[in-house]
């Protein structure tokens, strides 16, 4: 009786680009993203049934320019079609082994119910709170003070003197961290 064959893994098998499942299932949705939503038609529809005309300058000879533009669901500002991002109001959830296909698929195609339309700075935010299961003032706060850690040490040492820190606050990392977390959250929101 021959011997049953060993399945392999696209991510074991030998030169392969992943260097991991992590990485092989991130790959698999950004296939599925780029195949499926790009260009679903409902999501398309969605977009049309929001859009609007808007002004967007001058031509040179004076003729008003407009672009198709659309209101964000979060702040309710107006900006350009290019712009905004159809999001799914109920996330598409996580992809992290073929078990998850279905429901990411089935999640992923949705109808107009689950889909709103956000700026670029809403849906960052609104994707932070999803992935971390905060709060979006939470998320708000996580984010800028995230930036705010990338800046250079003496800039983020200003940053809190500034703001009402003392000097203990800016001697340790932790401390910093804490102070701008706990400052922004009380005065930025």
Known sequence: MPRKKKKTEPWNEIGSIWK???????????????????RYPVKNAFVRSKRFRMDAGVYKNGKKKTVWGGTCAMCGENFSLS??????????????????????????????????LL???CHDI??????????????????????????????????????????EDTRNKAKRDAFLHDYYKTHWL
């Open 20 to 38: 991991t499942e992590a990485a092989y299932w991130s790959w698999i949705r950004g296939q599925i993203r780029n195949s499926i939503w790009k």
């Open 83 to 116: 712009k905004l991002t159809v999001d799914h109001i109920i996330p598409a959830g996580s992809l992290r082994e073929a078990k998850d296909l279905e429901g990411f698929i089935t999640k992923m195609a949705c109808s107009f119910s689950n889909m709103q």
């Open 119 to 121: 700026c670029k700075k």
């Open 126 to 167: 609104k994707t932070y709170s999803d992935k971390y299961g905060i709060t979006l003032e939470e998320a708000k706060t996580g984010m800028l003070v995230a930036l705010i850690k990338k800046m250079p040490t003496e800039d983020i040492k200003k940053i809190v003197l500034g703001s009402g820190g003392s000097e």
